[in-house]
């Protein structure tokens, strides 16, 4: 079975590379929202920047199903929960990273809540949960990691499967490596500015202290902080 897990996986982040925030962007708002907000390719950017916030469902329902469907075909091909999880966090990665893009993307937000649907539905929940949270003081970011450093722990009290912590070890590291790398953009100089955008990428997911300022963005704004 090793040839069918490593179809899976490929196939997998293939699938997460497909961007529903690009493409609706370009169909609905006539823009690359790479160029607005954050640059990241999530719902948020749906919301803030194209015309119809109705658009942000579809996005949602996607981002969560490429990472669903991988971890549910693993399960249904008997080739194993670590496999299927491997499979979800693939398409996370092709999420964050799209091959299709430049390896620019998303968070991973929606990717990761259709990998707690398909092993431990009660960690979707919980997410939804934090993240619901966030949205209401007007921060999502935070929030994220929180709901994903306590998941082990709410799986060890519902009775959730062991792969449960590695995975949200896994999620913990590609949040970071993408808020740290940024779709590739630079730090400032060395200096205690630098420190402060490292804090903040890691933390809040963003370079300035203001959320509001930073995902409604235009892309001359962008030119004139560069």
């Given amino acids: 079975m090793i040839i069918e897990a490593a179809l899976l996986i490929i196939g997998a982040y293939l699938l997460g590379s497909i961007s529903s925030t690009y493409l609706v962007g370009r169909l609905f708002g006539g823009k690359d929202l790479r160029q607005y907000g954050s640059g990241s390719l999530g719902g948020s950017m749906v919301w803030e920047h194209v015309g119809g916030r109705w658009a942000i469902v579809p996005v949602i329902l996607f981002d969560i199903g490429k990472a669903a469907v991988p971890v549910w075909l693993g399960r249904y091909l008997g080739l194993g929960l670590p496999v299927a999880a491997t499979a979800g966090l693939a398409a996370a990665a092709g999420h964050n990273w799209s091959i299709f893009l430049h390896f620019r993307g998303g ?35 935070p929030w994220l990691l929180g709901s994903v450093l306590t998941m082990p722990l709410l799986s060890f009290f519902a009775g959730g499967p062991q792969i449960v912590a590695p995975v949200s070890g896994a999620m913990i590291l590609l949040t970071l490596a993408k808020r740290l790398e940024a779709n590739g953009r630079p730090f400032p100089p060395p200096g205690p500015e630098r420190l402060k955008v490292i804090l903040r990428r890691a933390f809040l997911d963003r370079d300035l202290a203001s959320h509001e300022d930073w995902i409604r963005r235009e892309p001359d704004q962008k030119e004139s902080e560069s």
């Fill in 107 to 141: 968070r991973g937000m929606g990717t990761f809540a259709g990998i707690w649907l398909g092993i431990f539905p009660w960690g979707l929940l919980w997410m939804v949960l934090w993240l619901g949270t966030g949205w209401r003081l007007g921060d999502s970011a």
